[in-house]
């Protein structure tokens, strides 16, 4: 008897990579499934956070469609390989910081990689011609299969027959006529498939979580990179710009202001790591600083902190203010007016 093949999905969490799964596992192929961590992926983890998204789903998207198909998940952490291709993109970004050509390159890479480490025969995606304007045309499509090393072990079972056969369709390990032909941007007949699959609970469709994605992001991030004078980050860094209000007031340090219960108790986590800031005398957020401040700095820091309190309209507020690795101080300030916070101090 022929052996089982066996593939490896690429699952994100979206509806595109469980379709392409579902419909690979249907023809008899033995499926599991690789999320690889970078850390600009944690839509859950930021909802989990907030107060005001409390009615969307804390759960890890990938590891929720694992479980729905009923298959085995490989969590793999690429944080420290995966900075080479957010710093510097062969293929240049898309509208923000997304390196999209060269992340899915990277992904695909890394999957030929494990198959090859683990006798398994075929790679999946759920990627659909035109439906990414940077990652996903027809012509991009050939340079991802070129450049990661998957060449024709690479099937994307959702387009298929608007490709040439791969590998798995040639040597009768599916039949093609059982793969797609979906093109475009919309979504119809992605969730009429997903329908007919019975599937009825899924992650939005085209939602996407890459935090690269996102513009006041990714503008946040270019900051950090000027600031320090150098294009590099740590797993903490990256977190911490999906938390909180960033505002730069000078160039030399940065502050990061809790806006609702949720991220003060997040940022809490981090008050260790930097001096910080709460107010005494009316309720308010925790404010973190980012960088080296003088007693100037540090006057203008608990004014801004009073600024975001419930004590904005009072003569003064009492502000505590503790150092890094140092004692804490008491300043009673007025709050900062709002005529004197210029726009461009927000990220």
Known sequence: MARQRK???????????????????????HVEGVNFFTGFCVEGHTHA?????????????????????????????????????VINPKHGYGSNLNPCLDCKCFM????????????????????????????QRRDTMPVIQRESGAEDRLLRPLCA????????????????????????????PQIALARSLGIE??????????F???????????????????????LDDIMLLKVGRHLRPRPHFKLIVGREEGENNFLEGYRKQ??????????????????????????????IAARYSKGRDAASVEVEIVPQGGEPQRLLVPPLAGDDMPDNWLL
């Not at 593939?7 to 192929?29: E, H, K, N, P, Y």
């Not at 999957?111 to 011609?129: K, L, N, R």
């Not at 609970?201 to 939602?207: F, I, L, N, S, V």
């Not at 946040?220 to 150098?230: I, N, V, Y």
Request: proline fraction near 4%; include cysteine.
């Open 7 to 29: 593939a490896l999905s690429l699952i994100s969490g979206g509806l595109d990579s469980m379709l392409a799964t579902r419909v690979i596992m249907d023809q008899g192929i």
């Open 49 to 85: 956070i907030r107060k005001k998204d409390k009615a969307k789903p804390k759960r890890n998207n990938a590891l929720w469609v694992a479980e729905t198909l009923g298959i085995k998940l490989h969590i793999v952490d690429v944080i420290d390989e995966y900075k080479d291709v």
């Open 108 to 135: 695909v890479r890394k999957a030929h990689e494990w198959i090859q480490e683990h006798d398994f025969d075929f790679i999946i995606t759920g990627e659909v011609i035109g439906q990414r304007p940077m990652s």
């Open 161 to 188: 027959k608007n490709l040439p056969e791969t590998l798995p369709e040639r040597e009768g390990w599916l039949q093609r006529e059982n793969l797609f032909d979906f093109s475009g941007r919309g979504r119809k």
């Open 201 to 210: 609970d899924y992650a939005q469709p085209a939602g996407g979580c890459c």
């Open 212 to 234: 690269l994605t996102d513009e006041a992001y990714s503008v946040k991030l270019d900051d950090l990179w000027r600031s320090r004078g150098t294009r590099d980050y740590e």
């Open 274 to 303: 930097f001096t910080h800031l709460r107010t005494l005398s009316h309720p308010g957020p925790l404010v973190l600083v980012d960088g080296e401040i003088d007693a100037d700095d540090l006057h203008l820091t608990a004014r």
